[in-house]
């Protein structure tokens, strides 16, 4: 290596190895000794396989360690593979050496084993043995009842196979609290880790489904390699869990690795807390409020049924009497209107016959005028004539009436004659006489 | 009542409002519905009261140790 630039800072005081370097030039001469390593054959599972727009990556995996690959496309698809190759899961043998990219100032470094060939040695592997199961368990149709199963929006009792102290029970209890929920939690707690549990975890979900009072069962693990996972991969597992009478939700599957158990399950969800609220879809305290709004409502339209008709009722109940009211004061008003129009009538036909009397009293007084002073005059000469001739007048002066007691007046010797009795009218007195000498020559 | 759920009670709870909602119910049919929906709203609050005691953390086998001990009780009777 050249030696240190002397625009470089000074190195650690003390320290006695070389430098300080350029990283840049430490990482070239890295890839360097890298590509001078020994080009080889290397076996393992082919997992997380990705392509991109120029090359292909996966890692290269077995018991013991991995190692990142990568091979140029246009190199596997000169070899012929079947479309899809290699699948995640298989065994593969490839051929080529250590490479290490250096980076940039912009980019991050990245070593890889660069694979210039590849040969599939087979499916014996973990992943394709899951895909062979997962393919046979589909066909058979257990992926459908759990599904199917109706799940309860409110259980009381929920179990919970899990291992025991394990993060994920803390995760479900989170979801749970989250909800809200205060029920009961069964826990079967059962070894996660490997292949073996299965069984465990088998008679676990087997023993809660079977009380009566748990609805619902959640399976729950953290994650973890696939390995770790494969218990969840068990066929007696995913076959019992299938035809579980409860419904069975998943978390323990993995962003990449799906386990079969997530296929069979009712509900697979990525996390133990989302399983709990997967189990418990209600929130308790939203669901309150929505009761008691429903309560109230259901009031409301009680009391608005009844009073309203109450009321309804009550109007028409009062309705005849306001009608008949309505009409009296109707009546009364017309009476009052017809009397005062008839007042104003009579008033005003008086003020029409006076003034007309008033005038005829003029129009009499004006023809009246010189004529009626000299009939005046004419009336008085006759009344005093009439009165000369007063018989009365006669007797007053001291001449009698003579009459024949019936009030005949006898106005000759004859007559009295004939009427033998007689009665002498004085001015003071009537006196009766009598006739002796009726026969006269 | 005894095949109630709460999912099924919350249901027809829901279609009991909205029938009232929209006004079209006679008086009868009023209180039928206010009457049924009543029975609902208490089911549905006893539901909510059991899972608002508070969570209650048992193991499997003590679970199964409070359920077992009716059985001889009942075979010795």
């Known amino acids: 290596m050249a030696e240190p630039r002397s625009l470089l800072p000074p190195g650690i005081p003390g320290s006695e190895l070389p430098g300080p370097f350029g990283v840049g030039e430490y ?3 890295l890839r360097e000794r890298l590509r001078g390593f020994a080009r080889v054959q290397l076996v393992g599972e082919a997992v997380n396989c990705r392509t991109s727009r120029a090359r292909v990556f996966f890692e290269l995996r077995d018991a013991d360690g991995a190692l990142p690959c990568a091979m140029w496309r246009t190199e596997l698809e000169a070899l012929g593979l079947p479309e899809g ?6 065994q593969v043998v490839v051929a080529g050496g250590c490479d290490f990219y250096p980076g940039s100032r912009t980019a991050s470094p990245h070593f890889s084993f660069a694979v210039a060939d590849l040969r599939v040695a087979g499916e014996g592997d973990l992943l394709a043995q899951v895909e062979r199961l997962r ?9 459908a009842p759990q599904k199917e199963l109706p799940r309860p929006l409110l259980p009381r009792t929920i179990g919970v196979v899990t291992g025991e102290g394990g993060k994920a029970g803390d995760d479900v209890i989170a979801g749970l609290r989250r909800r809200g929920w205060g029920g009961r939690l069964v826990w079967a707690h059962a070894p996660v880790q490997d292949r073996h549990a299965a069984p ?62 997530d296929d069979v399950a009712a509900v697979s969800c990525s996390t133990p807390t989302h399983a709990a609220e997967a189990a418990v879809p209600l929130h308790c305290g939203e669901a309150r409020g929505a009761l008691h709004r429903a309560a109230r409502s259901l009031d409301r339209h009680g ?7 109450a009321r309804a009722l009550a ?4 309705a005849p009497a306001e009608h008949v009211a309505r009409h009296r004061s109707r009546l009364h008003q017309q009476t009052r ?18 003034g007309r009397a008033a005038a005829l009293d003029r129009q009499a007084a004006a023809a009246a005028g010189a004529r009626g002073v000299a009939r005046r005059a004419a009336l008085d000469g006759l009344a005093l004539a009439l009165e000369a001739h007063d018989p009365e007048r006669v007797v007053r002066r001291g001449y009698a009436v003579v009459d024949d007691r019936a009030g005949t007046i006898v106005t000759s010797a004859a007559e009295a004659r004939r009427a033998g009795a007689v009665r002498l009218l004085f001015r003071d007195d009537a006196v009766e006489a009598t006739i002796d000498r009726r026969d006269t020559p | 009542m005894s095949d109630l759920s709460y999912e099924s009670a919350t249901g027809r709870l829901e ?29 549905c609050a006893s539901e909510l009261e059991a899972v608002g005691q508070g969570l209650e953390e048992l193991r499997l086998d003590e679970l199964v140790a409070r359920l077992e001990p009716a059985a001889p009780t009942s075979q010795a009777a």
Do not use: K, N, Y
């Open chain 1, 27 to 29: 990482a070239a001469r």
């Open chain 1, 85 to 90: 190759a290699p699948a995640d899961g298989a």
């Open chain 1, 135 to 143: 393919r046979r368990l589909a066909a058979e149709g257990l992926f």
């Open chain 1, 200 to 261: 465990r975890i088998t008679r676990a979900v087997q023993e809660l489904a079977a009380l009566e009072a748990v609805e619902l069962v959640i399976v729950a693990r953290g994650g973890g390699s696939l390995a770790d996972l494969m218990c969840f991969c068990d066929e007696t597992l995913c076959r019992t869990v299938a035809l579980l009478r409860v419904p069975v939700i998943a978390s323990v599957g993995h962003h990449t690795d799906r386990t079969l158990i």
């Open chain 1, 303 to 309: 009391r608005r049924a009844v009073l309203e008709r």
């Open chain 1, 315 to 318: 109007r028409l109940s009062r």
């Open chain 1, 337 to 354: 209107e017809l009397r005062a129009a008839a007042v104003r009538r009579v008033a005003g036909e008086r003020r029409l016959t006076q």
């Open chain 2, 15 to 43: 279609a009991i409002i909205r029938r009232l909602d929209s006004g079209e119910a006679g008086l009868r049919e009023t209180l039928d519905l206010v009457r049924e929906g009543r029975t609902l709203v208490e089911f």
